[in-house]
């Protein structure tokens, strides 16, 4: 079935540091891929996505992820982290299919920023 | 582009109360809606999803139940509440046109049942 892996339930990173979220799907077929984030008791916002072509995708506030089909991960990456980065990152994949696709979130990873 | 309202943001009911949490959508016609729970290290659950008025798909047997009366309006209910059923749910909705499943997600409702 049709699943997504966040292997880091909690992360803290001190501000200026990199960042690097880990994501693993398991889908028969090539993916869509998002990630999403959520600010404590907000909605989610789209961050970036994945449909195809160029496997290293940018989003916003500086967020980039790769798609590596080897190894079945779209890990979420920033070069340096700001305090307001501090929030719950959810990767998702698309099931494709039926009478609606249906977005798969992962079970999320809550970063915090040291300052 | 999509607003997603939703209301109440919080409810604090008893055990064997009922409950109704709206949501409208603004902005798009037609979409596909959906209802998700997030529980605390458990990630977003699909609970529903509807692709047209009266239109209701549950993804996971429970205490709930969903509706929709018009277009852009979803409606998640329970006619006696658990204390299982506290949560976070949000409400989102994608334009069917486009559906690649990207999904645009109100605000949410943080239900506490006691």
């Known amino acids: 079935a049709q699943s997504v892996t966040q292997p880091d339930i909690h992360i803290t990173v001190s501000e200026g540091a990199s960042l690097e979220l880990r994501c693993n799907y398991s889908y028969g077929a090539t993916p869509y891929l998002f990630w999403y984030v959520q600010s404590p008791g907000q909605g989610l916002q789209l961050l970036l996505k994945y449909f195809s072509g160029d496997t290293l995708v940018q989003g916003i506030k500086g967020f980039e992820a790769e798609f590596k089909r080897s190894q079945s991960s779209f890990n979420l990456r920033k070069p340096s982290v700001h305090w307001s980065d501090a929030a719950e990152y959810f990767c998702a994949v698309v099931l494709i299919g039926g009478a609606t696709n249906k977005l798969i979130f992962g079970t999320g990873t809550l970063l915090a920023v040291q300052p | ?114």
């Open chain 2, 1 to 114: 582009s999509q607003t997603i309202h939703q209301w109440p943001a919080t409810l604090v009911q008893p055990v064997g109360s009922p409950l109704s949490l709206e949501c409208t959508v603004e902005g798009t016609s037609n979409p596909n809606l959906y209802w998700y729970r997030q529980a605390a290290g458990r990630g977003l659950q699909l609970l529903f999803y509807s692709v047209g008025i009266g239109q209701i798909s549950s993804e996971v047997p429970q205490n709930l139940s969903a509706s929709r009366p018009q277009d852009r309006q979803f409606i998640l209910s329970s006619k006696k509440l658990l204390l299982s059923d506290s949560g976070f749910y949000l409400c989102a909705c994608t334009d069917r046109l486009g559906d690649t499943g990207e999904l645009f997600f109100g605000e949410g409702s943080r239900l506490t049942v006691l």
